[in-house]
């Protein structure tokens, strides 16, 4: 819920209250995979954030392994979006972390995620290599065509992927992905543009997006919006429209609890069908099993 907070002044002293509900998030717990004496990788699950931003604070992947398992200090290695799942790596100690941001500024770690994405994808390897234009008021990234011949300056930041199709059912494809470089949103925008957006990413499936500023919330939840041309699959507009008027109650466990909805939140949020799967560097591989979803029948 939207913070609640309460200042009382005494002579010098000033005491501030903060009373903060986080939004709910989809999984129950971080399963751990390897645990090493300086590096711990986890499944991250989708809907949970690595770390403290936004409204969330506990509700994170840091958060549940240091209440759940004892594990701190944690130094997340890379990043991976909140609505994504699949391999995280934390190192446990900054000399391990500098380590890792060494390699990984060296250009000298290649990452893999799998995605399962719109109709049948070409059977050879794709390429993509257009420049990625990140919108951080609008949360959301657009790819840049041209070049600066025609006198137009060029904004985004060069990106390149590299995409291969596991397999199709001849709706819906599995394609292995491999940036090599790292963007905000970059395989997202990329299967976009190749015309095979992820099946279940409102976000970069229609380009009649609410746009965030407007809504006050974030680009995945304002993607979510009724006003948008996309519904749930098999939910009408109506019913999809009543379940964002959702009551949510007061806490009995909590004597401060107003009755506020969790800004920005519907209840509809699912994560993502995109999966890290792999990172590796010099001498070192740390992977994770593929998610349900990957298997087309």
């Known amino acids: 819920m939207v913070p609640v907070s309460y200042i009382v002044k005494s002579s010098q002293k000033i005491s501030h209250f903060v009373h903060r509900h986080e939004p709910p998030v989809m999984a129950w717990d971080v399963p751990i995979l390897d645990k090493e004496d300086d590096v711990v990788t986890v499944w991250k699950p989708a809907t949970v954030p690595v770390h403290p931003c936004g409204q969330y604070r506990k509700n994170t992947v840091v958060g549940v392994l240091q209440a759940e398992h004892g594990l701190a200090p944690l130094f997340p290695v890379h990043r991976l979006d909140r609505l994504v799942s699949g391999l995280l790596i934390l190192a446990r100690n900054a000399t391990r972390a500098d380590l890792f941001r060494q390699e990984i500024e060296a250009g000298k770690v290649q990452k893999q995620y799998v995605a399962k994405v719109v109709g049948v994808f070409p059977e050879d390897e794709q390429i993509v290599d257009v420049n990625v234009n990140y919108n951080a008021r609008e949360g959301r990234s657009t790819v840049e065509v041209g070049n600066s011949c025609d006198g137009s300056p060029i904004k985004g930041k060069t990106a390149c992927t590299k995409f291969t199709r596991i397999g199709t059912n001849g709706n819906h494809s599995i394609v292995l992905c491999k940036p090599i470089t790292g963007r905000t949103h970059q395989i997202r925008v990329h299967l976009q543009y190749t015309g ?102």
């Open 196 to 297: 095979h957006p992820i099946a279940n990413d409102i976000l970069y499936l229609s380009e009649n997006v609410t746009n965030r500023s407007s809504e006050g919330v974030n680009a995945d939840r304002a993607a979510h919006s009724p006003h948008n041309c996309l519904v749930p699959e098999n939910n009408s507009s109506e019913k999809y429209e009543d379940s964002t008027k959702e009551d949510f109650d007061i806490d009995p466990m909590c004597t401060n609890c107003p009755n506020l909805v969790p800004k920005g939140y519907d209840g509809h949020e699912e994560g993502l069908w995109l999966h890290c799967v792999q990172y590796s560097g010099s001498g070192w591989v740390y992977q994770c099993p593929y998610p349900d979803w990957a298997v087309l029948t």
